[in-house]
């Protein structure tokens, strides 16, 4: 018989650890969330080894029925976690051999190092789901407050300078193309995540005819880990969610700035309703987009997340090292972090009213039309740079006298290009003029119509 000791590894330690040690190696207080994947993996595990004669049948129930009570009691916020076993794993295992004496069979051919990777591979998966979920909720939302908008042109910015005239609802498509890459780089992770490195034992299998594929199954993974050495030590699961994470943080941070602006005074275009703002503790006046403020810093968070995952990965020797058990504070506040911000900006999204006044006298300067009647000037046959320069000279001559492009009487024209055709100047009605961009991409009405269409018929399927 073993002698008492009070960690699982007793056998050839004359000690328990150092109060200081426990506090500083333990991560039950942050590991603990993985109590349910942890369980469903030692249910998988038993089963198997009931199939290849390790527990018998009995044993593996009695197992079972011990996992599934101790993860209701979880549930239900009544099972006492305990420092002193360290992890999720061991107090889960420990309180099971209180139970079942059969608990002490459940380890077999399995190290904490290849359970923590299914674990953490099985919570991947799962959070990959609810993810897939926030960001057609969020593109949903972004579909929705451009239907109502249909209507609204702005102008369209490059370097934050006034460019080319576009509706609102196709800068807001810009936003639902971005959150459709961040949805499809979370099913392509998902792939190399779906895999299941438990059979790997510590690092080198097991002299135990364990069942992997059967343990596969029961799990819902799509292969085994093909390398015991790799399924321990890999964490590029969580390096590419970490990763998809950071570029959706990012695009939710860019949306947050254009909101920003828009809301302010100096644009004027959107107003932000009282719920999803705040005010100044000293200005009564101020009213501030803090949702929006919040996330842009947000993405700061989540792109550190990515940094220290990669710096706690690029130095470590084959194979597993507890350095390891940093990744998962990391990796779910990456997660975290992102759920709970997409969840709140597209609820902010349904509460923003868009001042079409304000939008309207923004895009009517005639100078974001400079480049069309350059390109009318083209199709009568001037090449572009000629076309360019000759407009250019118009917008000095203009900045000059004060007056509006589309003011500019023929005869400046003329002094410009005698030959100038006056019908090109037909083209100062931004409607007209969007409606003249068909092809695919371009911020044409019947484009944007249509790409709306499709968006609408792709997420009601989500
Ligand atoms: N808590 C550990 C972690 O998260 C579990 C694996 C521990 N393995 C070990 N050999 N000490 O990485």
């Known amino acids: 018989m073993a002698k008492k000791n009070k960690t699982l590894w007793g056998g050839r330690f004359s000690s328990g650890p150092d109060a200081k040690v426990q506090r500083f190696t333990r991560s039950v207080h942050f590991d603990k969330r993985l109590y349910k994947e942890d369980i469903a993996g030692s249910i998988a595990h038993a089963h198997m080894l009931s199939k290849i004669g390790i527990l018998s049948t009995g044993e593996f129930r009695a197992i079972e029925k011990g996992l599934k009570q101790i993860e209701s009691e979880i549930d239900a916020g009544t099972f006492r976690w305990k420092d002193a076993r360290e992890d999720v794993h061991m107090n889960i295992e420990a309180a099971l051999t209180e139970r079942t004496p059969a608990g002490a069979k459940l380890h077999t051919g399995r190290s ?27 593109q949903k939302a972004l579909i929705s407050w451009a239907g109502q908008n249909m209507d609204v042109l702005i102008p369209g910015y490059t370097h934050l300078q006034r460019a080319q005239p576009v509706y609102l609802a196709h800068h807001l498509l810009a936003y639902v193309e971005m959150f459709d890459r961040d949805r499809s780089r979370l099913v392509d992770a998902r792939v190399r995540a779906d895999v299941l490195p438990l059979g790997s034992g510590a690092l080198a299998g097991s002299t135990i005819p364990l069942k992997r594929e059967l343990v596969a199954k029961t799990l819902g993974f799509a292969r085994v880990t093909a390398n015991s050495l790799d399924a321990v030590s890999d964490r590029d699961f969580m390096l590419e969610y970490a990763a998809a994470n950071a570029i959706t943080a990012v695009h939710l941070s860019r949306l947050a700035e254009d909101l920003i602006i828009w809301s302010s005074a100096e644009f004027g275009f959107i107003r932000i309703g009282d719920a999803f703002t705040t005010g100044s503790s000293l200005m009564p006046q101020k009213k501030n987009p803090d949702v929006a403020e919040i996330t842009r810093g947000k993405s700061g968070r989540v792109i550190g997340d990515l940094m220290a995952l990669l710096t706690l990965v690029k130095g470590l020797p084959m194979t597993y090292n507890r350095d390891l058990q940093e990744d998962k504070e990391r990796l779910f506040d990456s997660v975290d972090t992102v759920q709970e911000t997409l969840d709140v900006m597209a609820a902010m999204l349904y509460d923003i009213k868009v001042n079409k006044a304000t939008c309207t006298q923004a895009v009517s300067d005639p100078l974001l039309l400079a480049t069309d009647i350059a390109d009318a000037l083209v199709l009568k046959g001037v090449p572009f740079r000629h076309a360019h320069e000759i407009v250019g ?47 695919v991409g371009a911020p044409g009405l019947k484009q944007i119509k249509a790409e709306m269409a499709s968006w609408k018929k792709r997420l009601a399927r989500k």
């Open 112 to 138: 904490r190092n290849d359970q923590v990777a299914t674990d953490m591979r099985l919570w991947v998966k799962n959070q990959i789901t609810v993810d897939l979920q926030l960001l057609a909720g969020m």
């Open 393 to 439: 000279q118009a917008v000095a001559v203009c900045e000059k006298s004060r007056c509006l492009l589309s003011q500019l009487p023929l005869a400046d024209w003329k002094k410009i290009q005698p030959k100038i055709d006056p019908d090109v100047l037909d083209v100062f009605d931004v409607k007209k003029a969007l409606a003249r961009r068909l092809m």
